[in-house]
C-alpha cells in the first residue's frame, strides 16, 4: 500500500501563490505517476497535472497551463504542486493521487492511491 499526505493549503488574494506537497510512504515503487486533482463545491473531482516517476514527464490539464508547474523529488518521494497568478475559481480541496497504471491518465478512477486532500481558498 501507499500513503499520501498533502500539504501546504490555504487562504491567499487572488494573484498569489501557493506551493503545494504530498509526500508518499509504503510501497513507493509501484506507482507509475503521481499528480493532483481538484474539486470545488458541487462540481466532479478534476485532473490537474501529474509527473511519471521514471522519466519526468508531465501532463496538465488546459485549464491550468502556464500558472500550474509540477516537480518531483525522487530521493524524497515527494512531488510538489506551485500554482502562480491564483484566481478565485482555483477555490478547491486539491487531492494528491498516485497510480500504477502507465501511459496519460486523467480519469480519477485510474488512480489507486488517494491523500486527505488540502483546501486551497482564493480570496477575490
Known amino acids: 500500500q501507499v500513503q499520501l499526505v498533502e500539504s501546504g493549503g490555504g487562504l491567499v488574494q487572488a494573484g498569489g501563490s501557493l506551493r503545494l506537497s504530498c509526500a508518499a510512504s509504503g510501497r513507493t515503487v509501484s506507482m507509475y505517476a503521481m499528480g493532483w486533482f481538484r474539486q470545488a463545491p458541487g462540481k466532479e473531482r478534476e485532473f490537474v497535472v501529474d509527473?511519471?516517476?521514471?522519466?519526468?514527464?508531465?501532463n496538465y490539464a488546459d485549464s491550468v497551463k502556464g500558472r500550474f508547474t509540477i516537480s518531483r523529488d525522487n530521493a524524497k518521494n515527494t512531488v510538489y504542486l506551485q500554482i502562480n497568478s491564483l484566481k478565485p475559481e482555483d477555490t478547491a480541496v486539491y487531492y494528491c493521487?498516485?497510480?500504477?497504471?502507465?501511459?496519460?491518465?486523467?480519469?480519477?478512477?485510474?488512480?489507486?492511491?488517494w491523500g486527505q486532500g488540502t483546501q486551497v481558498t482564493v480570496s477575490s
Open positions: 493521487a498516485g497510480r500504477q497504471r502507465w501511459g496519460i491518465r486523467t480519469d480519477p478512477g485510474d488512480f489507486d492511491y
Open positions: 509527473i511519471r516517476w521514471g522519466n519526468g514527464m508531465t
